[in-house]
């Protein structure tokens, strides 16, 4: 059973907290609260069994869904994109 490792899963969470930055409407503290919601993502994505993309998105596009709505229109395709960079990348480790 394949999973993230501790690397990747950093990254996938730096990269959703980086994209509030260029969220306009938040003030400080808004930013701060979504930013504790994305950080608490980082365990169940550590667990996750046998990840792919399309799982990953949707599970935290539901976890998520406030932050979600804020991000701005062609940031969905980006997270897909690292999401498979990081699964095909764990397959290679994992053969």
Do not use: C
Not at 9 to 19: K, Q, R
Not at 31 to 41: D, E, N, V, W, Y
Not at 49 to 78: C, H
């Amino acid at each position: 059973m394949s999973r993230f490792s501790k690397h990747d899963v950093s990254e996938i969470i730096d990269l959703l907290e980086n994209e509030l930055d260029s969220i306009r409407k938040l003030d400080r503290i808004e930013k701060m609260k979504m930013r504790s919601k994305i950080r608490k993502q980082t365990n169940w994505l550590l667990v996750f069994g046998n990840p792919t993309p399309e799982k990953i998105f949707k599970k935290l596009e539901g976890k998520l869904p406030d932050v979600f709505s804020l991000y701005p229109f062609g940031f969905s395709d980006t997270l897909k994109k690292v999401l498979k960079e990081k699964v095909a990348d764990m397959q290679k480790m994992a053969t």
